[in-house]
């Protein structure tokens, strides 16, 4: 309720403030596991991501976020869990097994952090190890443009990445790294800026 709640009212804002525009929001899954992974360039993006995507997401947030009790506690609410950024957090990564397990939709950011000023880097190879492994597909998401009053900001849903011919098997980690650049290329080649 709390998170349909303010995803509403972060449409209503964002539209107030920005051109907003969405394409391919028809690529995302009514239902099942999904990923939508998704650039990462600012502090807007997860609020874009939840106000625009048509499906409730739950989401990795760095552990650091949930010191502050108001804050984590509202960011829990809303369906964030803390990972530890820099190493493996093997709780994080059996929560991210747990949520696709149970049919919902969760945000990765491949990139691992903010990338600022239209660099291009390396994904972080989770993403395509979760997927793989829980077998689900990806959708990647573009947003693009920039975050000032009136500019516009596009929000761009690609069809499904899935890794099928993995499932069921252990990809190294050279094997893994080339998916994830997989997901990362896809979504870089939908920047229209």
């Known amino acids: 309720m709390l998170y349909k709640f303010l995803s509403g009212l972060a449409k209503g804002v964002t539209h107030c403030i920005f051109r907003v525009k969405v394409v391919g929001k028809e690529n995302v899954p009514k239902d099942g596991g999904m990923i939508l992974a998704v650039n990462h360039k600012s502090n807007w993006d997860p609020i874009f991501a939840g106000a625009y995507c048509p499906r409730p997401l739950r989401f990795m947030a760095k552990a650091d976020l949930f010191k502050n009790k108001l804050f984590g506690g509202l960011i829990k609410k809303l369906g964030a869990f803390p990972i530890q950024r820099g190493r493996g957090d093997i709780g994080a990564i059996k929560g991210a097994f747990s949520i696709l397990k149970n049919n919902d939709a969760m945000l990765i950011f491949p990139e691992g952090h903010r990338i600022k000023n239209g660099k291009r880097v390396k994904a972080k190879l989770g993403v395509s190890m ?26 761009t849903f690609g069809e499904p990445i899935t890794f099928e011919e993995y499932y069921g098997k252990k990809p190294d980690n050279e094997t893994l790294q080339t998916l994830a650049d997989e997901v990362m290329q896809t979504i870089y080649s939908f920047d229209n800026t």
């Open 130 to 155: 979760i997927a793989v492994y829980a077998k689900v597909p990806v959708i990647p998401l573009c947003i693009s443009g920039e975050y000032k009053p009136f500019h516009k900001v596009t929000l």
